[in-house]
C-alpha cells in the first residue's frame, strides 16, 4: 500500500518554515544536494547519489538488425525500475505512473534531443548496427530521482565504450577483444543534464489598503507577488510541491526539454531566473563528470582517444 499523504502538522511546519525563507535540511533556495559518483568494474557501471537518492545506470550494447525505415541508425532504448527498495510508494509487481514518466522524460532527454550520434552506431548498412541499452536502477529515493537519473546516465553514456569491430568482405563483422584493440567510445553530440525546481505560491502579505483599513473593493491580507522557487527538492519539498519545473540544457546552454508540472503559473522572469540557475548548475555538473571519468579511465588503464 502506499503511503498516506503528509500530515498536516507536516504540511504546516514546512510551509511556515518556508514563509521564514528556511528549508528543512538548512539549504538555501538555490543550492542543490551534495552529488557523487562511483564506478563499477565494467564501462559504462555508474552509481550516482543527490544527498540520499541513489541510482545505478548501466549501458551495455549488441549488435541487431537495424529498423527497415532507418537502415544507418543504430538503436537505443531506455529501461528504468522502481521497486520498493527504493521507496515504500512504489508496489512489486507492476508498473507504477512514476516508473512511466521517469522513462519518458529520459527518453527525451537522451534520445529525442540526438544526444547519440546513431549514424555512428551503424556497422553495416541495413545488416548490422548496434543497440545501446540503458537500464536505471533506483536504489532509494529521497527527492530529485528524475535529477539523479539523468546525471547517472549522463555519466554512464560519457563512461561506456563499445567493443572496436571491423568489416570484411561484403558482411562479415569481426568484434575485436578489449585485449586486442581499445574499446571505441561512444559519439555524443551534447550531454544535457536535468535540473528541477519546485514551486509554491507567494506567502500572502497585508496590503497596504488593508493596514490602512481602507477602501471598498479591497482583498484584504493579500497581495499577488511572485512564487517561491526551490532548486533540487527533497523528498517533502518534493511531495508538497505545487508546481514543477523540470529544465534539462547543456553546459552550453542549449535547451533540451522544458517541461512543467502543475497549475501553478510561472511568470517569464521567474521562468528566466531558473534557466540562468540551471546554466551555471550544467557547467559546473560538466566540469565535475568530465574530471570523474577521466580519473576513473586513468585507473583502468583505457585508452583516451
Not at 81 to 90: D, R
Not at 198 to 206: K, Q
Request: net charge neutral.
Amino acid at each position: 500500500m502506499r503511503p498516506p499523504s503528509p500530515s498536516i502538522p507536516e504540511k504546516d511546519f514546512f510551509f511556515s518554515a518556508l514563509d521564514q525563507a528556511l528549508r528543512l535540511d538548512g539549504r538555501d533556495f538555490l543550492e542543490a544536494r551534495p552529488h557523487s559518483l562511483s564506478f563499477g568494474a565494467e564501462l559504462g557501471h555508474v552509481e550516482c547519489s543527490l544527498g540520499k537518492t541513489r541510482v545505478l545506470a548501466q549501458v551495455d550494447a549488441k549488435m541487431v538488425r537495424p529498423e527497415p525505415q532507418r537502415p544507418f541508425e543504430g538503436l537505443i532504448s531506455i529501461h528504468c525500475e522502481l521497486s520498493p527498495m527504493a521507496s515504500t510508494e512504489y508496489e512489486p509487481g507492476r508498473q507504477s505512473d512514476e516508473e512511466i514518466a521517469l522513462a519518458r522524460m529520459l527518453d527525451k532527454i537522451f534520445r529525442r534531443s540526438d544526444t547519440i550520434d546513431r549514424e555512428a552506431l551503424c556497422i553495416l548498412a541495413g545488416e548490422r548496427v548496434w543497440h545501446l541499452r540503458i537500464a536505471i536502477h533506483a536504489l532509494a529515493d529521497a527527492g530529485g530521482l528524475l535529477d539523479c537519473a539523468s546525471l547517472a546516465c549522463a555519466a554512464a553514456l560519457r563512461h561506456f565504450r563499445r567493443p572496436d569491430v571491423e568489416v570484411v568482405g561484403a558482411n562479415e563483422v569481426i568484434v575485436h577483444p578489449p585485449a586486442l584493440r581499445a574499446p571505441v567510445p561512444l559519439a555524443l553530440h551534447h550531454t544535457p543534464y536535468c535540473i528541477t525546481f519546485a514551486c509554491y505560491r507567494a506567502a500572502p502579505e497585508p496590503s497596504a489598503a488593508a493596514a490602512k483599513g481602507a477602501g471598498a473593493g479591497t482583498v484584504a491580507g493579500q497581495t499577488e507577488t511572485a512564487p517561491r522557487v526551490l532548486l533540487d527538492p527533497a523528498g517533502l519539498e518534493h511531495r508538497l510541491a505545487q508546481g514543477m519545473l523540470h529544465l534539462a540544457l547543456t553546459p552550453q546552454r542549449e535547451l533540451a526539454v522544458v517541461h512543467k508540472a502543475g497549475g501553478l503559473p510561472l511568470a517569464p522572469g521567474v521562468l528566466m531566473g531558473a534557466v540562468q540557475v540551471a546554466a551555471r548548475r550544467a557547467r559546473e555538473l560538466e566540469a565535475w563528470l568530465d574530471v570523474r571519468v577521466r580519473e576513473d579511465w586513468v585507473r583502468k588503464k583505457v585508452e583516451v582517444r
